[in-house]
């Protein structure tokens, strides 16, 4: 038997790579994926949902994932409920504890990482962080990240558009944009976006 899960995440490439990277699995069956947190409780209902991937910032809220997580665990405890962020910020720890989160992850992790973290969730484990931030590091951007990043932020191009520009597989366009997201602690086009201005990555001819 596969596990069910569900998995929400307001970031669309995010979001298809987790997808697909637990789908592709011989131990999970994906029966739900949703930007919005809300609806998470009814695709745990709907489908019998063994355990719930869910991001803290969702589309129904900054701490839409916190608010829907505690509610999954107080009315369905069965279903194990695991928090991933790329927020800097220790507090969201503590929430989540006291919603009896099962898990805490940073997205920093690789997904290989947060996929063994689900393993152990699974298990009866509780994996929490230590209650230190996550650091970005642009410097480690490779050239062919930081050009897939502008293309993200810059000329707002879709996975495959960006694959056919740079004769790639969209799923390794996904695979670059997550590592993105790892290095410079984002979880989202638009925090990319702002983090990419911030640090002055956007090139002349990207802003005309």
Known sequence: MKWRIVI??????????????????????VVGCTANAQEAFALCCNHFAHVVLMDISTDDGKFGGIRSGAIIKRVLPHIKVILITGLPEVGYIQQAKDGKIDSFLYKTDT??????????????KHIWPEENLPTSDSSALSEREL????????QCLSRREI?????????SVKTYTHRVYNKVNVNSSRELMKYMLVNDLILPDDES
């Open 111 to 124: 997904i290989e990482n947060l996929y063994h973290a689900v393993e152990e969730t699974m298990q009866g």
């Open 163 to 171: 694959a056919d520009i740079l004769q790639l597989s969209p799923n």
């Open 147 to 154: 050009e897939i990043a502008r293309m993200i932020c810059c």
């Open 8 to 29: 929400v995440d307001n970031d669309n490439f995010l979001l298809e790579l987790l997808c697909d990277y637990f789908e592709a699995s011989k131990k999970y069956h």
